[in-house]
């Protein structure tokens, strides 16, 4: 028996949201309307819902004054926050620019300055409120200078990226070096689980790649040792990809072995058409290599655990096998908007 008050569309809604996990309240109110549709009596519902009849009655009265809306509408209003505004932007204004490692310190703050008593649970929901979140800070070089990468950015890096194509390409050049042992990385798992990453002995497997920014192919190359000898090699590799272009940039970090006398040798040949574009110091966030090798050991790397050392490195094959599989998550993650470091300490804008 059914119909009494509900109309059908709506009736077939409310049961097929009463199936459905939603606000208890919400709940509550449909459940209320079915069963009167069904024909029972206010006070049975009352009895088997644990309400009062009045609130049965009010139920019916929201539905026929304002239909479905009205029973999926909850008006709660929350309390009004303890601190005054005043009081939030001192708090706020305090602790910019902090890090602050337990919220107890917001409480003490609250305490000592305005006189207000928080709990902990109460403090951080506060806080949340206020813009905060909780998270660890990344390190960055300590000397890297964020208006430095803005000017190389602007005049030098965006200009060549834009204007490269097959004649004149522009390749991303660095090492990366996964090693042999576990690493942990934030993931997702059940609570109460616990997972062990076993780990190895750390032995590294050296990569040297190089990213060509216009068509997005890699060239790497698994090597002992990141030397010049080995720079030199993987340069070769690049010119010959490129037999008609004219010159060949590429952008490079300033270690040691880039920047050797026995590489500034082989730059400096007749016939080389390999130019050195080096990277302001203290940038590895200019050098997009470094994003597809974060990429990498995300894939491979990371709460990854390897019986031997030979299926470790065939992992790692597998990988630059079948990078072609990864386009569109790489197409968002290699473009031409960075992300600048440190403080501006050099006056550039």
Not at 145 to 172: C, H, I, S, T
Not at 174 to 181: G, L, M, R, V
Request: charge should be positive; include cysteine; charged fraction near 25%.
């Amino acid at each position: 028996m059914s119909g009494l008050i509900l109309r059908a569309a709506d009736r077939k809604y409310f049961v097929a949201m009463m199936r459905r996990q939603m606000n208890s309240a919400v709940h509550r109110r449909m459940n209320v309307l079915l069963l009167l549709d069904d024909g029972w009596a206010m006070a049975e519902i009352a009895r088997a819902l644990y309400l009062d009849e009045g609130t049965v009655r009010a139920h019916r009265e929201l539905y026929e004054r304002e239909g479905r809306a009205g029973i999926e509408r909850l008006s709660y209003e929350g309390s009004s926050p303890r601190m005054s505004t005043a009081q939030e932007r001192r708090l706020v204004a305090h602790f910019h620019g902090r890090i602050v490692a337990n919220v107890k310190e917001f409480c003490a703050f609250a305490k000592a300055r305005f006189g207000l008593t928080y709990t902990p649970n109460a403090m951080t929901k506060c806080v949340k409120r206020l813009g905060f979140v909780y998270k660890k800070p990344k390190c960055v070089p300590a000397k890297a200078d964020a208006g430095v990468q803005k000017r190389f950015v602007r005049k030098v890096l965006l200009p060549l990226m834009r204007a490269a194509n097959a004649r004149q390409p522009l390749y991303f050049v660095d090492a990366t070096h996964p090693a042999y042992a576990g690493r942990p990385a934030y993931g997702w798992l059940l609570k109460g689980e616990r997972y062990e990453l076993k780990s190895n002995h750390g032995r590294v497997n050296n990569i040297n790649g190089a990213l060509c920014w216009h068509d997005r192919k890699l060239i790497q190359q698994q090597v002992e040792k990141v030397t010049s000898a080995a720079m030199i090699a993987l340069f070769e590799r690049i010119s010959a990809r490129h037999p008609h272009a004219r010159v060949i940039t590429v952008a490079l970090d300033n270690a040691r072995y880039n920047r050797s006398r026995e590489l500034r040798a082989w730059f400096d040949r007749a016939d080389c058409r390999i130019r050195p574009l080096y990277l302001p110091s203290y940038a590895p966030n200019l050098n997009l290599i470094e994003r597809l090798w974060g990429f990498f050991k995300k894939k491979v790397v990371f709460n990854q655990y390897y019986p031997t050392f030979a299926e470790f490195r065939e992992a790692i094959k597998a990988f630059f096998k079948t990078l072609g599989s990864h386009k569109k998550a790489l197409a968002s993650l290699l473009t031409e908007n960075f992300h600048f470091i440190g403080l501006p300490r050099s006056g550039i804008p």
